[in-house]
């Protein structure tokens, strides 16, 4: 399974968000210079956010946006269901319920595919948006970085 672009930077701009908008509504530009994301981009990602219910929207002269729920309630795979859909990395019949697939019960792949897509919910889903944001402040407070800007 690979994440697009969609996914990475989507979870830079929300811990970006939750950084920044703890006193105060962030704007998508703050956060698109801070993250060296494009602008436009960006303002697509923060309206599926928005549609999820992950973030909120500010009106006014001081508006921008918001988590819509604390941190700590917020999960990886909340941003990156919101950002990317399904993520099973493979899509097996045999593992579905009412299961169209003749072989499921004679075919020993399944597990190996079921086994990989449960350990990537469990991993994306045991990762909170908190977490993530405590790091990003122990890697700023060390001086490791000047900026949340990275590759991925």
Do not use: H
Request: glycine share 8%.
């Amino acid at each position: 399974m690979k994440l697009s672009t969609k996914g990475r930077y989507g979870l830079r701009a929300l811990i970006d968000l939750a950084l920044y908008s703890e006193n105060e509504a962030v704007s998508i530009q703050s956060i698109a210079d801070r993250q060296s994301i494009s602008y436009s981009y960006l303002e697509q990602l923060v309206g599926k956010l928005r549609k999820a219910g992950l973030v909120s929207s500010v009106r006014g002269a001081q508006g921008g946006y918001m988590l819509a729920k604390p941190a700590e309630e917020i999960s990886v795979g909340d941003v990156l269901r919101a950002l990317e859909g399904n993520l099973e990395a493979v899509t097996c019949p045999g593992n579905q319920e009412n299961s169209s697939c003749e072989g499921a019960d004679l075919c020993v792949t399944r597990y190996v595919w079921q086994r990989i897509n449960d350990s990537i919910k469990d991993a994306v889903d045991t990762i909170m948006l908190d977490q993530l944001v405590d790091e990003s402040r122990k890697i700023r407070d060390k001086g490791q970085v000047s900026a949340q800007i990275c590759e991925n």
